[in-house]
Nanobody
Framework: QVQLVESGGGLVQAGGSLRLSCAVS????????MGWFRQAPGKEREFVAG????????SDADSVKGRFTVSRNNAKNSVYLQMDSLKPEDTAVYYC??????????????????WGQGTQVTVSS
């Protein structure tokens, strides 16, 4: 059984930082692209960042560019999202996701097969 478990969320003041982790079990991610998404109340789930299987190709949404950094450690079967200079509009549930069988990441959430349960990030003003 494949499980993706996010951790590291919490309450932080604007301008602060958090580091999210996504630990994967039941499947080796060394050949898999990975994505981070978020969903705020009343809004659709949106792409935040993606990283390819080797970690040498990444992409960030315009809304987080220059503030968030995605990385991975294949030896630990984990992916990370470093979030700096957080803003109240970053408040959302954050999810990590993996496609069925691809070394690439995708902007479209429909391309992902495996999802974590999410971790809440709340940024106060």
């Amino acid at each position: 059984q494949v499980q993706l478990v996010e951790s590291g969320g919490g309450l932080v003041q604007a301008g602060g930082s958090l580091r999210l982790s996504c630990a994967v079990s039941g499947r080796t991610i060394s050949a898999s692209g990975m994505g981070w998404f978020r969903q705020a109340p009343g809004k659709e789930r949106e792409f935040v960042a993606g990283i390819n299987w080797s970690g040498d190709v990444t992409s960030d949404a315009d809304s987080v560019k220059g503030r968030f950094t995605v990385s991975r450690n294949n030896a630990k079967n984990s992916v990370y999202l470093q979030m700096d200079s957080l803003k109240p509009e970053d408040t959302a549930v954050y999810y990590c996701a993996s496609p069925w069988n691809s070394g690439n990441y995708y902007f479209d959430r429909a391309m992902y097969h495996y999802w974590g349960q999410g971790t809440q990030v709340t940024v106060s003003s």
